[in-house]
C-alpha cells in the first residue's frame, strides 16, 4: 500500500555533501514515522535519521549528529537526508523505511515499508 522510492545517491570525494530523498505515495502519513538506513558492505542496517511525518520530532544517530539532517517535504510527500561532510565510513547503501505509529524507532525489523536503497559511495 506504501511505496517508497529513494534517489540522490552517487560518489563523492571526502567532505562533499549529497542529498538524498525518499518519495513516498500510496497513502497519508500523518500517523507514519519516517527513517533513514544504511548498510555497509558486511555491516548489519543501521539507523541513521528518523523524523514523524508530522510534527517536529526528530532523532539522529551519534554518527550524523552535525553533519546530517533530516527534513520533510510534505506537499510532495517526500523526506529528504541532507549529508555534508561526508566521509568514507558513510560508504553505504541508504534506505528509506516507513512505520505505522509516530514513535520513532533504531530497529529496522520495526519499520514496515523499505525503499529500493540508493548507493552512496565517499573516496578519499
Known amino acids: 500500500q506504501v511505496q517508497l522510492v529513494e534517489s540522490g545517491g552517487g560518489s563523492v570525494q571526502a567532505g562533499g555533501s549529497l542529498r538524498l530523498s525518499c518519495a513516498a505515495s500510496g497513502r497519508t502519513f500523518e500517523s507514519y514515522a519516517m527513517g533513514w538506513f544504511r548498510q555497509a558492505p558486511g555491516a548489519e542496517r543501521e539507523f541513521v535519521a528518523g523524523?514523524?511525518?508530522?510534527?517536529?520530532?526528530?532523532s539522529l544517530a551519534d554518527s550524523a549528529m552535525g553533519r546530517f539532517t533530516i527534513y520533510r517535504d510534505n506537499a510532495k510527500n517526500t523526506v529528504y537526508l541532507q549529508m555534508s561532510s561526508l566521509k568514507p565510513e558513510d560508504t553505504a547503501v541508504y534506505f528509506c523505511?516507513?512505520?505505522?505509529?509516530?514513535?520513532?524507532?533504531?530497529?529496522?525489523?520495526?519499520?514496515?515499508?523499505w525503499g529500493q536503497g540508493t548507493q552512496v559511495t565517499v573516496s578519499s
Open positions: 523505511a516507513a512505520k505505522q505509529g509516530v514513535g520513532i524507532t533504531t530497529a529496522a525489523r520495526e519499520y514496515d515499508y
Open positions: 523524523i514523524r511525518w508530522s510534527g517536529a520530532f526528530m
